[in-house]
């Protein structure tokens, strides 16, 4: 057990024991400035999340960057679960690379959790000189003690899914993870399975592509992913590519927590739909089309078509549950994977989105709908956005959501949410018959920041969580 040992490392022996760890009681989350209009640095903001505390749904602490327009993204650990079994290593630091200055922050969280500080800057130069590497986007801790970075590009922005190793204690810059020359064409997020030797990488775009909005004539000249890259975890090396069918920009990817699971899923945005990949007799890896969200057919947008844009999926540590965002279609959906070949839709809630009822989109035609939905308004704050980054607690019963998916697509698909500012909303969980229902006494509004609205993305809690941890 996790609780009693008193020799262990960080996380918890196994994705069951993390479900019976303690409730969450604070949130950290970057929020970005980059594109509002608001000139100063992006911060990392510090939520508490217990329903005890008086400050309970309050931003408690704001770390702001040294840097203007870095443009926080995702963040990961110094140390997680895979070194559960090395009691020297410690979680104490929150990695933070920028997607689009290429720096990485290293914040102390263990020092104050309520007030996290600066501990170390990894500058771009450093990762440009010596991995050739930039645009930085999902940050994983290795067995090894060693942390990696994806990368979607080159210093200049054309494309180039490498990663970026850095050590463990001292966060310098060791170079690519994979072998010199062996980068993919395009990257984005990643995961690995050691127990299969493999890890598994997705594809959004060039960064010049997509760094400035986007552009629907570069979907027709084959700008965006659309493959998943498939490695060789002990030799680093790329040995397969899978192409996905009608799966244009896979984005999160998500292997079954059980570390002797050979299948996982991943959401492909603009196809909107779920692919699995799973693992062949023979050692090679396939894909399969699962779940397919049915676009709408729309007029006051920007094409006659609207997909769902699936953003972000988790899996609950019980592989029980998928769950992903629609972030243009604004609703988020729950899934029964007990059969992964055949999920099964349990629990769907709409949280803003562009067709709400209104608004400046009239649905012509909708598969799925009868009536447009409803804008949500929580505390008597409409919500700007739809939902996008999500963080399940650990024994499964809450959802935290955020609104802002990018800045410049914020921008560009929800001009109100650079105006008003994100919000972090929790959903309330079903998991014995599938379900979400709002809880309505929590909301925070980044609309109401002191320096002007922000723009908040990922969630992570101190103690890891099911997209941070990765069990060997």
């Not at 903001?45 to 505390?53: C, E, I, L, Y």
């Not at 006051?300 to 029980?320: A, H, K, N, V, Y």
């Not at 629609?326 to 629990?347: E, F, M, T």
Request: aromatic share 10%.
């Amino acid at each position: 057990m996790a609780t009693k040992c008193g020799k262990c490392g960080p996380g918890y022996p196994s994705p069951l024991e993390a479900m019976k760890g303690p409730r969450e009681e604070l949130v950290y989350l970057p929020c970005i400035y980059r594109n509002t209009g608001t000139e100063a640095p992006d911060y990392l903001a510090t939520v508490d999340v217990n329903p005890k505390s008086p400050q309970y749904s309050q931003v408690i602490h704001r770390l702001p960057m040294p840097n203007l327009k870095d443009e926080l993204h995702h963040s990961g650990w110094n140390t997680c679960s895979s070194c559960f079994g090395d009691s020297t290593k410690s979680r104490t630091k929150l990695v933070l690379p920028s997607f689009i200055s290429s720096r990485v922050y290293v914040v102390d969280v263990a020092t104050e959790p309520r007030a996290p500080k600066l501990h170390k800057v990894v500058e771009p130069k450093e990762i440009h000189a010596k991995c050739d590497l930039s645009y930085l986007h999902t940050s994983h801790c290795l067995a090894s003690g060693e942390v990696m970075i994806s990368a979607l590009g080159d210093p200049k922005g054309n494309g180039k899914g490498g990663f970026v190793l850095l050590d463990g204690e001292t966060f310098e810059v060791k170079g690519t993870w994979e072998q010199p020359g062996g980068a993919a064409p395009m990257g984005y997020d990643f995961w690995y399975q050691p127990r299969h030797n493999v890890m598994i990488s997705t594809e959004w775009a060039a960064p010049n592509v997509l760094r400035d909005g986007f552009n629907p004539a570069d979907v027709e000249a084959g700008l965006y992913g659309q493959h998943l890259h498939v490695w060789d975890w002990q030799r680093h090396e790329k040995v397969q590519t899978l192409t996905l069918q009608d799966g244009l920009i896979p984005l999160e990817i998500r292997f079954l927590h059980n570390p002797a699971a050979d299948q996982g899923f991943v959401g492909c945005a603009l196809g909107s739909n779920i692919q699995r990949f799973y693992k062949n007799q023979g050692g090679t890896w396939s894909v399969e089309k699962v779940i397919q969200v049915p676009p709408k057919k729309v007029k006051g947008w920007i094409l006659p078509e609207m997909p769902s844009l699936i953003t972000d999926i988790l899996l609950s540590l019980d592989d029980r549950f998928l769950y992903f965002s629609n972030w243009l279609h604004g609703d988020l959906r729950q899934y029964d994977i007990s059969d992964p070949k055949r999920p099964r839709l349990v629990g769907q809630i709409f949280l803003g989105g562009s067709i709400v009822k209104g608004g400046p989109v009239q649905v012509l035609e909708d598969q799925e709908l009868k009536c447009q939905p409803e804008p949500l308004v929580v505390k008597g704050k409409r919500v700007a956005g739809g939902p996008q980054m999500i963080q399940l607690s650990l024994d499964g019963t809450r959802l935290y959501v955020t609104t802002s998916l990018y800045s410049a697509w914020d921008k560009q698909f929800y001009p109100d949410l650079i105006r008003e500012g994100s919000v972090m909303l929790q959903i309330d969980v079903d998991t014995v018959r599938g379900g979400l229902k709002l809880n309505p006494n929590f909301l925070v509004d980044f609309g109401k920041e002191p320096l002007g609205p922000a723009l908040a993305h990922e969630l992570r809690y101190p103690g890891g969580d099911c997209s941070s941890d990765i069990w060997l």
